[in-house]
């Protein structure tokens, strides 16, 4: 039964979702920055860490250097990601989910699961 109706749940989500929370939205604006939103989600919740070299390996067909740097430093200067000097290699800046940023996708993720299941 969600086959038949997952564009719909999917698309409700979306609009629902976009419109309770602002950091959410931010994300959402742009195929890049929601790449970006998941791929530091991925990795905090992994454990992992996650260099700007490697996010820009990741993202080489998606977007040019320029936008992703770019999308980094407008979600850095909304303190949405932290840059981290890594402390094994001082060459490397890692990316770091702020709390708040982390909150959000609890909230968010819950909900679609949540949303899913329902239906």
Do not use: G
Not at 37 to 62: A, G, N, R, V, Y
């Amino acid at each position: 039964m969600v086959k038949e109706n997952l564009a719909k749940i999917l698309l409700d989500f979306l609009l629902e979702s976009n419109a309770k929370d602002p950091i959410i939205k931010y994300f959402r604006r742009t195929t890049i920055s929601y790449i970006i939103f998941l791929k530091i989600l991925d990795f905090h919740l992994s454990s992992k860490k996650l260099s700007i070299d490697e996010m820009e390996k990741s993202t080489i067909d998606i977007s040019s250097r320029k936008t992703l740097f770019s999308s980094l430093e407008d979600a850095v200067s909304r303190r949405y990601i932290i840059k981290e000097v890594d402390q094994t290699d001082q060459r490397k800046i890692n990316l770091i989910p702020t709390k708040e940023l982390i909150k959000s996708f609890e909230t968010w993720s819950e909900n679609l699961v949540s949303k899913l299941n329902r239906n």
